[in-house]
């Protein structure tokens, strides 16, 4: 099992309608929770961050948390063709024994919104 | 304020050869990563320095060494380059430390090395 999993996609949707981002993560220590977006060619741009259980919400984004569950979502609603991108979840763990905790990211989903 | 800016954009390599890459933050920023991405494998992390004169590995350090010149600058380095690190390089830096769980990281604009 991966550390940090998610559905490579490509997820596609019409603008307008919500998209739905799923990741689970494998580690229980996990605190922090992290969506960043990144545009083809170009780098990771931080959207959300959550640290709690439950919805955090920044204009058309929500960020959901179930640390039970292990599972962490990105809501965007009214989808624009703008928000076509990869869509990459970090999870903030701890890789070994005695380490400082790291960021692991997966492997990034790919969402295509049609006009 | 630039933020994260990398040098080179792209470079191209013959096996064996060596190059450093480079990476400063104007963002008064603690800690530093350098991270490779590969399709298919999301990024990962090469090595990391949380604060100015401490560096330590992360999951892929074979075949790098680094180097925190200052607060600002942290550069990394192919001693002797390989196919397999044709990648595109990404540095990362953080107000807070590794330690800390409010690790909200940017991001540099990459460099894309080709290794033949």
């Known amino acids: 099992q991966k550390e940090v999993e998610q559905n490579s996609g490509p997820l596609s949707v019409p603008e307008g309608a919500i998209a739905s981002l799923n990741c689970t993560y494998s580690?229980?220590?996990?605190?922090?929770f992290f969506w960043y977006r990144q545009y083809s060619g170009k780098s990771p741009e931080l959207i959300m961050s959550?640290?709690?259980?439950g919805d955090k919400e920044d204009g058309r984004f929500t960020a959901q948390l179930n640390k039970a569950s292990q599972y962490v979502s990105l809501l965007i609603r009214d989808s624009q063709p703008s928000d076509s991108a990869t869509y990459l979840c970090a999870v903030h763990r701890q890789i070994s024994s005695g380490s400082a905790r790291q960021l692991t990211f997966g492997s990034g989903t790919q969402l295509t919104v049609l006009p | 304020n630039a933020g994260v800016t990398q040098t080179p954009k792209f470079q191209v390599l013959k096996t064996g050869q060596s190059m450093t890459l480079q990476c400063a933050q104007d963002?008064?920023?603690?800690?530093m990563y350098w991270y490779r991405q590969d399709p298919g494998m999301g990024l990962r992390l090469i090595y990391y320095s949380a604060s100015e004169g401490t560096t330590d590995k992360g999951e892929v350090p074979n075949g790098y060494n680094v180097s925190r010149l200052n607060k600002r600058e942290f550069s990394l380095r192919l001693e002797s380059a390989a196919p397999s690190q044709t990648s595109v390089y990404f540095c990362a830096s953080s107000e807070q430390g590794q330690a800390s769980s409010y690790n909200e990281q940017f991001f540099g604009p990459g460099t894309r090395l080709t290794v033949l």
């Open positions: 959550i640290y709690s259980n």
């Open positions: 963002m008064n920023h603690n800690s």
């Open positions: 580690d229980r220590g996990s605190q922090s």
